[in-house]
């Protein structure tokens, strides 16, 4: 291979990778509020795909009707959210969180589906997008380009995730869900009020999806038939980083991102989805843990 072939080669895998760094801090977003109900309730919730597209539905809303740009709505749609989230858990959910997980997994997945067909409902299925929200100019580094949209997009939802970590462990509510995931009855008997904290965990959960889909919606197309994708990126950067912990969400979604940026060059963009499912075999079978959990939790 002559030296400016290798030299080419080189400079367009380092783009792929940092493609995909700047999309798996997206998926980081999605990821740390699914990880983070999953660990403390021991519930997967289904309809987390859901609710990070009506995050995005109220970006896109937010910026036809009053000019908000996807940053600034995330202070809408997080708020709007959390109070969703805290209201279905302390009523609805909570009823069967101690359930076996079968329960659970079904009543989320009923909830998905309301979700679901209610935004089709309401909005139809056509893809909606959100134009001039980002500069469009990228920035050069040397030979590789940086898209602004996807740069602003990323950075924003890795600080969000990085201040729900700061959150749970700075904060005396945080430290509290904290306590509740490592030993329930533990905080009980020292006067936690675990039905409080289920519900603010729950509530957080679904405010990172907010939060994930208001910057998604900057960069890709809403629809609600999105919804399935953003769970599958939700469920497997949470295994490939370790459940129950957000910065293992951090670490996992951008590990996805690169593994699927990577596949789509050497096996095609169609087969983005297969390379995700083999890497998370591979995780499995290596280290079920993931990436920065603990070995033998559940």
Known sequence: MALSDRTGAI???????LNGLLLGGLYAAMAAGFSLVWGVLNIINIAQ???VVLGSYVAFFAWRYAGLNPLAAVALAGPLLFAAGWLLQRFLIQRVVAAPVLITLVFTFGMDLILNNSMISLFTADYRK???AFPTMPLTLGALTLPVDRLLAAVAAIGAAFALHFYLHKSRLGRAIV???MDRQTAELMGVRV???YATTFGLGLAMAGVAGCLLAAIFPTSPLNSAYYLHVAFVACVLGG?????GAVAG????????????LLV??????TVAAVALLLMLFTRPQGLLGRAGYE
Do not use: D, N
Not at 253 to 264: C, D, F, I, K, P
């Open 11 to 17: 400079v367009q895998i380092a783009q792929v990778i």
């Open 49 to 51: 795909g859901s609710a």
């Open 130 to 132: 959100i134009e001039g």
């Open 179 to 181: 306590a509740v995931r």
């Open 195 to 197: 039905e409080i904290i």
């Open 243 to 247: 459940l129950g912990s957000v910065l």
């Open 253 to 264: 979604g951008l590990l996805l991102g690169v593994v699927e940026s990577l596949g789509a």
């Open 268 to 273: 095609g963009a169609e087969y983005g989805t």
